[in-house]
């Protein structure tokens, strides 16, 4: 499952350098304090989250996207 991020934060990912072709690392602060650490962006889309297999909150949560370039190997991590 992927989460499609609208144009509210598209404008703040491409301002952003990426971390490698095509993806940004980031971390995600959701509304609550809640923090996910090492999410993959992808063309504006969160497709992965470090250690879980779903992304477990919806786009009205998230008070911040700080892009970090925390990289780890999250292409091979699901093979």
């Keep these: ?3 499609q ?3 509210k934060w598209s404008n703040i990912l491409i ?3 990426e971390t490698g072709m095509g993806y940004q690392i980031a971390s995600i ?3 609550d ?3 996910y650490d090492q999410v993959v ?3 504006g889309y969160i497709t992965q989250i470090r250690n879980l297999k779903h ?3 919806k786009e009205k ?3 911040e996207i700080i892009i970090t370039h925390d990289k780890w190997n999250w292409r091979n991590e699901n093979q």
Excluded: A, E, H, V
């Design 29 to 31: 602060i959701l509304q």
């Design 15 to 17: 301002s952003q350098p």
């Design 55 to 57: 992304i477990p909150f």
């Design 33 to 35: 304090d809640t923090r």
């Design 41 to 43: 962006i992808i063309g």
């Design 61 to 63: 949560d998230i008070l």
């Design 5 to 7: 991020l609208s144009n």
């Design 1 to 3: 499952m992927m989460l």
